[in-house]
């Protein structure tokens, strides 16, 4: 969420913001509208955060053939089960990225990779900084290689975790969640009939010993990462005692 902003902001770049849509899809035609001549990237988060929903690959090809660089972060593709990331060789302005943070659990290590075509490759070793991946970010990520099958395992579980806290969340008689191919469901607080914001409802939780992120737009909500099913049962009971305690 900030992190684009931002490096748009340190390269003396102009940032362009367009709202998703209320499904919390991608306004395509709003990206197109927005474009002009200065435009030279165009930057999707897919699967999204903190919603969890994807792209669709026809939304990817339209902004594809607007001929700027579209960069597609897939930080979550593994809970998601696919990429998009062989659309490379077909159109050379993609750059998809990927990282080692969630999957296989070295976000400390901040150890990511892109999957570009190599002419912008090239253009990307230029302004590159040196020495850019430490050596325990290497040793880190090449044990994680290693380890894969035992890695996919956990991810694999973290998604089953995820599905069955999804029907637990949908079973609430208040609130509503959303649908997730990440690790870590969109919950919102159903602020317009409940009254309940979700920073208070955070600190409710941190009162009981529960830590999750909090937002206020577009939608008042809680990110909730998936964990093991012990750690779901107490977010569950948590969550029902402080939205409680808020809504009276």
Not at 19 to 36: K, M, Y
Request: net charge negative; proline share 5%; aromatic share 8%.
């Amino acid at each position: 969420f900030v992190m684009y902003p931002l490096a748009t902001l340190y390269n003396r770049g102009s940032l362009v913001n367009v709202p998703r849509r209320t499904d919390f899809g991608v306004d395509v035609a709003g990206v197109e509208n927005a474009l002009d001549d200065r435009t030279k990237v165009i930057f999707v988060c897919s699967p999204n955060n903190p919603t969890g929903n994807p792209t669709p690959v026809a939304d990817i090809l339209r902004l594809l053939n607007s001929g700027r660089i579209v960069v597609l972060d897939e930080a979550y593709a593994e809970f998601a089960g696919y990429s998009h990331a062989t659309l490379v060789t077909e159109y050379s302005n993609l750059v998809v990225l990927r990282t080692m943070s969630k999957w296989a659990g070295l976000a400390g290590l901040r150890l990511g990779y892109a999957i570009v075509d190599p002419s912008v490759t090239e253009e990307m070793a230029k302004i590159k900084s040196p020495y850019n991946v430490g050596l325990a970010a290497q040793v880190g990520g090449i044990a994680s290689l290693h380890d894969k099958e035992y890695l996919m395992r956990n991810v694999r579980r973290l998604v089953q975790e995820r599905e069955r806290l999804y029907v637990l969340l949908q079973d609430l008689p208040y609130g509503r969640v959303y649908p997730s191919e990440t690790n870590f469901l969109c919950w919102s607080t159903d602020y317009s009939e409940s009254g309940v914001r979700a920073d208070e409802l955070r600190m409710a939780l941190v009162r009981r010993g529960v830590l999750v992120r909090a937002f206020n737009t577009p939608i008042e909500a809680l990110r909730v990462s998936i964990g093991t099913p012990d750690e779901s049962d107490i977010f569950l009971d948590a969550l029902r005692d402080a939205y409680g305690e808020l809504a009276g």
